[in-house]
């Protein structure tokens, strides 16, 4: 069936090739010569060149590009954008058909991969089974299958997880991001529910502007399927309001009250929880039994840890917003301790948003430590330099390799403090100059506490 649309397309292709076609990737890297490879050539020079290099170490069947270039292979076809999505689908509908799922997604400037795990796990408390796609990965309930390394995957790899790991399931629950909707990686997959959890400064390095960025994300109500809401939480007032007046789908998410679990002291958790909560009922007209001792956090996500008269936590807050709710909800839940802070800015991304992580940090705690977190290209100490912008004391300290910052930070802990290791949440590694290093400010945490430092 592939060969009949592959040669009804594309004329030149031979019957030996079209038949031997196995596979479709994005990625140079992971191109063989059975795969049809999809290759987008920017219009500038750099990606000109970037092209004719990575190409001509790449190995495929057949090419697919998007404009005409010098350095074009004899099996390469040009499919120009505008044809783009609907000849990916074309082909993804006969390689990867998708199951019959349910379809929630999720944005936000922050909490998308919290509140996709919880939508699981409410889920499961009901007796339904499904994935989701994001920056964890692809996972199921309390299970990672697949880490890809990207928030939103681009559309062939989205169709090949829905294939591949949808099968038996009943819903698929996305992190939709601001690029992923902009970029239209979904192309035409459309939601049954969504939710969007919070909007403040954050990729402004893409976007450019605060407007740009939420006229991306408000793309996602143009995904929603007729009869389809998007759930925001009761204490986002402002977002709420906008959103309202932006469309009759969006739905306020019904407050949660009683006891619940540590995890979710913080306001940020808790209204995390009422979007997911909305969502798994909406879609499904059910009601999700109220188990949430039952609920854990995701990898990196308000892992905590006690020590002593101490706790230790690690989250992956990165924005000054994220920061903002995580060490506001500490200093509110536990009013007894003194908040230490830990943090970094990743280089290569928005630099004007790291004064802002400063001050929002200075604001809550008694010190702080600055160090790295992804330096990637940048000068580690030259990130630094822009983060303590924004703090007007002198009590801080930085030290710009992390390993050290984070042992340094245990060994001088005091009575009644809590210890929060911000910015790297579920990751194992640090990307300098486009290498991974492994480390892990969970594992450190647990070999502190094995007792081996």
């Known amino acids: 069936m592939l060969s009949s649309i592959l040669k009804a397309r594309i004329s030149q292709i031979d019957d030996a090739t079209a038949g031997r076609i196995k596979d479709i990737h994005w990625k140079t890297q992971d191109s063989t010569y059975d795969s049809i490879l999809f290759y987008r050539i920017g219009e500038d020079e750099k990606s000109q060149r970037d092209f004719s290099e990575r190409i001509s ?6 090419l697919i590009v998007n404009r005409s270039h010098p350095k074009l292979p004899k099996n390469a076809t040009v499919i120009p954008d505008a044809e783009w999505n609907p000849f990916y689908k074309e082909i993804m509908d006969v390689v990867y058909p998708a199951p019959k799922l349910k379809i ?33 990965g692809v996972r199921e309930n309390h299970k990672t299958l697949l880490d890809f390394g990207l928030t939103s995957p681009g559309y062939i790899d ?17 992190e939709a991001s601001s690029h992923a909707l902009e970029q239209e990686r979904l192309f035409e997959i459309e939601f049954d529910s969504a939710g969007w959890l919070s909007f403040t400064q954050d990729h402004l390095d893409y976007h450019k502007t605060m407007d740009a960025y939420f006229e991306a994300k408000a793309i996602i109500f143009k995904k929603l399927k007729a009869g389809a809401h998007l759930f925001v939480p009761s204490e986002q007032k402002i977002l709420l309001q906008r959103l309202q007046d932006r469309s009759d789908k969006t739905r306020e998410a019904p407050v949660v009250s009683g006891t619940l679990p540590l995890f979710f002291s913080t306001k940020f958790n808790r209204n995390n929880l009422e979007v997911a909560l909305a969502m798994v009922e909406d879609v499904f007209n059910v009601k999700v039994p109220h188990k949430f001792d039952e609920l854990n956090p995701p990898d990196g996500r308000f892992y905590i840890r006690p020590y002593k008269t101490n706790y230790i936590v690690v989250d992956f807050a990165h924005t000054p917003d994220a920061l903002e709710n995580i060490c506001s909800g500490i200093r509110t839940a536990f009013p007894d301790h003194q908040l230490k802070v830990l943090f970094g800015c990743g280089g290569d991304r928005d630099r004007t948003k790291r004064p802002l992580m400063a001050a929002t940090v200075e604001k809550w705690a008694h010190e702080i430590i600055v160090t790295s977190d992804n330096p990637r290209t ?14 007007k004391s002198k009590n801080f300290k ?4 992390r390993p050290k910052a984070v042992r340094e930070a245990f060994h001088q802990l005091k009575e009644k403090e809590i210890l929060l290791l911000a910015g790297k949440g579920h990751e194992d590694y640090i990307l300098i100059n486009g290498i991974k290093y492994p480390y892990s400010d969970i594992q450190e945490v647990e070999n502190f506490l094995a007792g081996n430092p």
């Open 57 to 62: 170490k790449t190995n495929f069947a057949w």
């Open 398 to 401: 930085r030290i710009a390799d």
């Open 378 to 391: 940048e000068d580690p100490e030259r990130i630094i330099d822009d983060i303590v912008q924004g703090i």
């Open 104 to 136: 929630l997604a999720l944005t936000g400037t922050n909490g998308k991969s919290t509140t996709t795990d919880l939508v699981l796990q409410c889920a499961e408390l009901c007796g339904l089974k499904g994935i989701s796609i994001g920056t964890l």
């Open 158 to 174: 989205l169709r090949k997880f829905l294939f591949t790991y949808g099968q038996g399931k009943d819903f698929c629950v996305l």
